[in-house]
C-alpha cells in the first residue's frame, strides 16, 4: 500500500535551517503531486507547499521566501528545505500526496506519519 516516511525533523534554533525528506512507496509517484502540511499543537492542520509531477511549485504564504520543496522522480522522494525558521514554524510536518499541483490541504489524499520541528527562540 502507499507508504510517505518523513525524516530529517529536530531542534534547531531561530535562524537557522532544516531539510525535511519524504520517501514514497507502493504507489505510481509519477501521477501524484507531493506536498507538505503542518500542525502545531492546538491548531488547525496548516498546508505548507506542494509541488506537481513536472516541478511547479505552491508555497504559502507564511514560508514564501523561505521554504523551498523539490521532488526526485528517479529517487520517489520530495523535500522540503526550510531556512530562516522561526519558532512559529514549530510543528508536526507531513508528507502528503495529491492531484495536480496540491495548493491547499484539502488537495491531499494521503499522509505519513510525520516528523516534528521545533524551532526555539
Known amino acids: 500500500q502507499a507508504q510517505l516516511v518523513e525524516s530529517g525533523g529536530g531542534l534547531v534554533q531561530t535562524g537557522g535551517s532544516l531539510r525535511l525528506s519524504c520517501a514514497a512507496s507502493g504507489f505510481a509517484f509519477t501521477t501524484y503531486g507531493m506536498g507538505w502540511f503542518r500542525q502545531a499543537p492546538g491548531k488547525a492542520r496548516e498546508y505548507v507547499a506542494g509541488?506537481?509531477?513536472?516541478?511547479?511549485?505552491s508555497l504559502a504564504g507564511s514560508v514564501q521566501g523561505r521554504f523551498t520543496i523539490s521532488r526526485d522522480n528517479a529517487k520517489n522522494t520530495v523535500d522540503l528545505q526550510m531556512m530562516n525558521l522561526k519558532p512559529e514554524d514549530t510543528a508536526m510536518y507531513y508528507c502528503?500526496?495529491?492531484?495536480?499541483?496540491?495548493?491547499?490541504?484539502?488537495?491531499?489524499?494521503?499522509w505519513g506519519q510525520g516528523t516534528q520541528v521545533t524551532v526555539s527562540s
Open positions: 509541488i506537481s509531477v513536472d516541478g511547479r511549485t
Open positions: 502528503a500526496r495529491g492531484y495536480g499541483l496540491p495548493t491547499s490541504y484539502d488537495s491531499f489524499v494521503g
